[in-house]
């Protein structure tokens, strides 16, 4: 009896390790950086995630988007995300606004507008407790400007009472 229970603990805590090495190999993929651009008194973050691609979607009650992300080799998915007056206490509490778009990997340096903006299905999104404004909104107006130092996306308000109109990553 004494060698089954052995044996199950140490089936156990072999599979517990190989869990936590494989979700620690998943985090050291993921480049999210936090961002010094930022308005006062928030959070800027930017993620870049490599092999991947947005499928939008159009949320049949509300005629809103929203994106999946799945794997497609050469294209990266870029997510810029600002919060603010994050209160832990309610599920609701505070401001967020994200934009998200995607890039041929190859594409090194240029200005993206128009139709070429279009076709990046770059999408805004903002979330707080305010009915009627909260999602995501197609953006075809503005520019994405990328060169070999940073990304620069600069769009025009979207939401009345939006936040950020220039992101530098």
Not at 55 to 67: A, E, G, L, Q
Not at 91 to 106: A, K, N, Q, R, W
Request: charged share 25%; hydrophobic share 35%; aromatic share 10%.
């Amino acid at each position: 009896m004494k060698k089954i229970f052995f044996l199950l603990v140490t089936v156990a805590v072999a599979m517990g390790c190989k869990c936590k090495k494989t979700t620690v190999e998943l985090a050291e993929k993921n480049t999210e950086t936090t961002m010094n651009n930022c308005p006062a008194d928030a959070t800027c973050t930017s993620e870049v995630l490599e092999n991947k691609m947005l499928s939008i979607v159009m949320d049949i009650p509300t005629s809103k988007p929203y994106y999946n992300i799945e794997s497609n080799e050469g294209t990266t998915v870029y997510r810029f995300k600002m919060s603010e007056n994050v209160d832990q206490q309610y599920v609701d509490g505070g401001y967020h606004e994200e934009i998200v778009f995607e890039l041929p990997s190859d594409f090194k340096t240029g200005v993206l507008t128009g139709k070429e903006l279009e076709n990046t299905k770059a999408l805004f999104g903002v979330f707080c407790y305010c009915k009627g404004k909260a999602g995501y909104y197609s953006i075809t107006k503005g520019t994405i400007t990328k060169t070999n130092e940073s990304i620069t996306i600069e769009i025009p308000e979207i939401v009345e009472g939006q936040k950020v109109f220039k992101w530098i990553f």
